[in-house]
């Protein structure tokens, strides 16, 4: 069993910046691939970026040159830093652990990107 809290989220203004974090109960980010997804209302969930053990990096194309994944192995944590945010970045953040047959996800954390 795997629990991931995220923090970091809030209300910012367009332009902004801010830092996800994802902390993990067990060691497990070195060994599995982990994720950030983002669901919108009214939208399905769809996968922000992407990291593997053996550190490939994948983005998804709206979000390219503005956030960044990465994870602190001695932290247990998960990061996702984004700038340049734009109203429609506006969704609940997830973060998402490949572990075991179903893998494990974060309780979810709000950006909202609002004047």
């Known amino acids: 069993q795997v629990q991931l809290v995220e923090s970091g989220g809030g209300v910012v203004q367009p332009g902004g910046s801010l830092r996800l974090s994802c902390a993990a109960s067990?060691?497990?980010?070195?060994?599995?691939?982990v994720a950030w997804y983002r669901q919108a209302p009214g939208r399905v969930r769809e996968l922000v970026a992407a990291i593997t053990p053996g550190d490939n990096i994948n983005y998804a194309d709206a979000v390219k040159g503005r956030f960044t994944i990465s994870r602190d192995i001695a932290k247990n944590t998960l990061y996702l830093q984004i700038s340049a945010l734009k109203p429609e970045d506006t969704a609940v953040y997830f973060c998402?652990?490949?572990?075991?047959?179903?893998?494990?996800w974060g309780q979810g954390n709000q950006v909202t990107v609002s004047s």
């Open positions: 998402y652990d490949d572990y075991g047959p179903d893998g494990y």
């Open positions: 067990r060691n497990i980010f070195a060994i599995y691939s």
